[in-house]
């Protein structure tokens, strides 16, 4: 075959490597994608440490395992016709010298944090993750317990206190959350605000001007003896003039207060369901 035979299958070589630079750039849109996704996505659809390996995977198979591909097809062509075009070729080992080093940097990272992951989630529970893991009535009934006492003993009931619909003040609900080892857990949340209550009349609950419901208590020591009894220091905190105290255990979480009024929200840490 003579020096001047023509280059075979040029113009399909171009269009090649004219679109292996731009996979590579749709590589790390899909791997952005997912990273993003990660740190600010929604609860329910953020992917755990092997959704982003997986994403990032499926980003690397664009960015190298197509360049890859590539080089074994034309060196094959090669081999039947010397006279191939190696644009798609050249193309290639130029997306590979960018793609390579940047991949393999990120996917041995990540293999590390889900290995650390697997790592954590084997742990068991803290011993404050498990406070309620054998009491009867578990966190609900402890926090409704604790919170209605403390709001009697500041001159209320949770009974006697309306939402602006009129329904009742519920007790303690619960929202889900993450514990330590990354295991599915729930934190709780007791809450009595009188200011922002009605009477059954659809008065307010607290008058206007006033520090406390009518008869209600301005000096939380019967509470903080209340919360000993249940093995729960207090801590006093400067609120303006008010006297405020945060009750203070391992499986409570550390924005719990109550003051006269009464106001008392008491949250525990992620407990195991």
């Known amino acids: 075959m003579g020096t001047d035979d023509p280059v075979v299958g040029r113009a399909g070589a171009v269009g090649l490597a004219v679109a292996l630079p731009v996979l590579l750039v749709v590589s ?87 290995a650390e992951d697997a790592r954590v989630r084997a742990q068991p529970a803290t011993a404050a993750e498990r406070h ?34 009129g329904s009742p003040k519920g007790g303690a609900y619960s929202e889900p959350c993450l514990l330590d080892n990354r295991q599915e857990g729930l934190e709780w949340e007791y809450w009595f605000i009188a200011a922002e209550l009605h009477d059954a009349s659809g008065a307010d609950l607290l008058p206007e001007g006033a520090a406390t419901v009518p008869g209600g208590a301005t000096d939380l020591a019967a509470v903080r003896a209340a919360w000993q009894a249940e093995g729960i220091g207090a801590e006093r905190s400067a609120v303006g003039s008010e006297e405020q105290y945060e009750p203070r255990a391992d499986w409570l979480a550390s924005s719990s207060y109550a003051r006269p009024g009464p106001t008392v929200v008491l949250r525990t840490i992620c407990l195991e369901r």
């Open 132 to 165: 309620f893991a054998h009491s009867e009535g578990g966190a609900e009934a402890a926090l409704n317990r604790i919170g209605d006492r403390t709001v009697e003993l500041l001159g209320s009931r949770r009974s006697e206190g309306f939402r602006s619909d």
């Open 28 to 114: 790390w849109l899909v791997q952005l994608g997912v990273l993003l996704q990660a740190s600010f996505g929604a609860d329910d659809t953020r992917p755990g440490p092997g959704g982003v390996l997986a994403g990032l995977l499926v980003g690397t198979l664009l960015a190298v395992g197509v360049p890859v591909a590539v080089i074994v097809v034309y060196v094959l062509k090669r081999r039947r016709q010397p006279r191939t075009s190696l644009a798609a070729v050249i193309s290639a080992i130029v997306v590979l010298v960018v793609a390579v080093p940047l991949n393999t940097l990120g996917i041995v990272g990540q293999v590390g944090t889900v």
